[in-house]
């Protein structure tokens, strides 16, 4: 609780000033500061990790508030070092089955080079759970067909991947443009166009779901799989 808190961090600074030329003390006070307000936030208060993370937030803050009135030993505070909680999702993520995964990507047409580089771009947001804008800033020299292989991201990645490099020279100034996704006029390839595809491919593959179907969704189906060993074959 709040009250809990302050009280708690009232006899934290009564401490300290009673103990202020004795380094050793003070830095016992501290460390059992932390332990302790911790402990309330969690336990005893049977707080979620945003509850948590806004109360830290709020001594952190009045930490700042105290700084500025000048209050004895401000700069000191414990809580400064507290980090924040990470809180994963309440429930999983939207994410697509397996046919409705495999019916999307067999809607892209990969008897063309659009076809074959939006298929790889894709296929590499749900095969390593990389967002758009990750896959937006790849360059050619981020991929290294040997590393791929190292690193275990399955066959089916390195086959993609290998295919769309084949390829990559038939849009134009490929040979001068560093980004590995290019567009048809040679520059790099666009979020927004990336997007946008994506949201005609889903549109044409006609899916039914009760969410709304992004390239984010290709990330949360990647990582947070319905079953495991999805794949898109």
């Not at 302790?36 to 830290?56: P, V």
């Not at 749900?126 to 292989?149: C, F, M, P, Q």
């Amino acid at each position: 609780k709040e009250t809990d808190l302050s009280a708690h961090l009232t006899n934290h600074l009564h401490a300290q000033h009673d103990r202020k030329s004795e380094t050793s003390a003070y830095i016992k006070v501290s460390d059992q500061f932390q332990e302790e307000a911790l402990l309330q936030l969690t336990i005893s208060g049977n707080n979620s990790g945003r509850s948590i993370n806004r109360k830290i937030f709020t001594l952190r803050s009045y930490g700042h508030f105290i700084k500025l009135q000048e209050v004895p030993y401000s700069d000191n505070l414990p809580f400064y070092d507290v980090l924040k909680i990470r809180e994963g999702y309440r429930n999983r993520p939207d994410a697509l089955t397996s046919k409705q995964l495999k019916g999307l990507f067999d809607n892209i047409d990969r008897d063309t080079c659009i076809g074959i580089r939006d298929y790889a771009l894709y296929a590499l947001m749900y095969l390593t759970g990389l967002r758009v804008g990750e896959v937006h800033a790849l360059n050619i020299d981020s991929i290294d067909l040997k590393k791929i292989r190292v690193l275990h991201l399955t066959e089916e990645l390195f086959q993609v991947i290998s295919e769309y490099l084949a390829v990559r020279s038939c849009f134009h100034n490929s040979s001068k443009t560093k980004a590995l996704f290019l567009s048809k006029k040679g520059n790099r390839l666009a979020i927004r166009t990336m997007e946008d595809n994506f949201k005609k491919l889903v549109k044409k593959s006609g899916l039914k779901v009760r969410f709304n179907v992004t390239c984010h969704t290709l990330r949360h189906t990647g990582v947070y799989p319905p079953q495991a060993g999805l794949s898109l074959e």
